[in-house]
C-alpha cells in the first residue's frame, strides 16, 4: 500500500473560491487545471507541460488547500501523502511505496499526485552517514524514477510542498521533474481580510467585529493561524450560549491560540 489518501472522492469540491489572495500563484496554476480538463488539447500543438510543480512557502500559506484546488477545478482525483510517509526504518519500503502511489495515479490519470514535506525524502543526498545508500537515498532514487518514467502527456501531474527549498536535492528540480516553483507567500493585510471572510462565512458576526481590523492587527499571520482564530472565537460564543461571535470572542481567541505572543519569536521573511 502506498498510504496516499485519496481525497473525499464525492465530497465537496475545494476550488479555487475557497482560496483567498494568492492572485498569482491561482494564475501560474490555472494552466495545470486547464490540462488536467483537456491534456489531448496540449499533447495535440506539442506543448510540454510541466510534470512537477513545487509549492514553496511557510507552514500554513495554503500550499496543500491550493493543490487541492487545483484538483477541484479540474475535477480530476487528488491523491495525498506526506514525505515523511516515505521516511522508513526498513530499507526498500519507501521505494515501495512511491511505486504503488505512481501505480495508483497512473490508473486514475488524469489526477494530482500532491507530496507534502517534500523535503523529508529529497533532502540533498550523500549528505548522511548511511554512506550515501541509505534508504531515503533508495526513496528518493525511485521517485526521480518515477518522474522520469511516466510520459508528459500522461495526464499526471505532481505537485509537491516545502518551505525547505534550500535543503533539496538539485536533481529533483531538473528539467522534466519538479522543474516549475511556485513560491506561496504570506498574506498582506488584503490576503488576511480575504482570508477571514472566508472563515467566517459560516459564522454570524457581531456588529463590533471588524474583519479589517483584525486584518491589520495579525500581522505575520497566516492563513492557517486566521482560520484558527475564528475558529476559537467561534468556540467562545458557543461556551456563553450566543449565536454570534462578538469582539470579546476574538480577543480571547487571541490569547487562547496564544498565536500574538508566539508570532513576536517568529521571523517574518
Ligand atoms: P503546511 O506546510 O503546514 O502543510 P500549508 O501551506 O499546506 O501548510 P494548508 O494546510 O493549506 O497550509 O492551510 C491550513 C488551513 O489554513 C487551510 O485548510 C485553510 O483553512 C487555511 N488557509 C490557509 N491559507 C488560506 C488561504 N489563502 N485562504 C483560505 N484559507 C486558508
Redesign the pocket.
Known sequence: KSRAKMANPDGPKVTFD?????TEEKEELEEVVDFLKDPKKFIGIGARIPKGVL?V????????????AVAGEANVPFFSISGSDFVEMFVGVGAARVRDLFGEAKKNAPCIIFI??IDAVARRRGSGLGGGHDEREQTLNQMLVEMDGFGVNEGIIVIA?T?RVDILDPAILRPGRFDRKVG?GR?DVK?RE??LK??AKKKPLGDDVDLHEIARTTAGF???D??NLMNEAAIQAAKNNRGYIVKEDIDKSFIKVGIGTEKKSRVVP
Request: charged share 20%; net charge negative.
Open positions: 475557497d482560496v483567498a489572495g494568492l509549492l512557502g511557510p507552514p500554513g500559506t495554503g500550499k496543500t488547500l491550493i493543490a487541492k507534502d514535506e510542498a518551505n506561496v498574506p490576503g480575504d482570508i472566508i472563515h497566516v492563513g492557517a486566521l482560520e
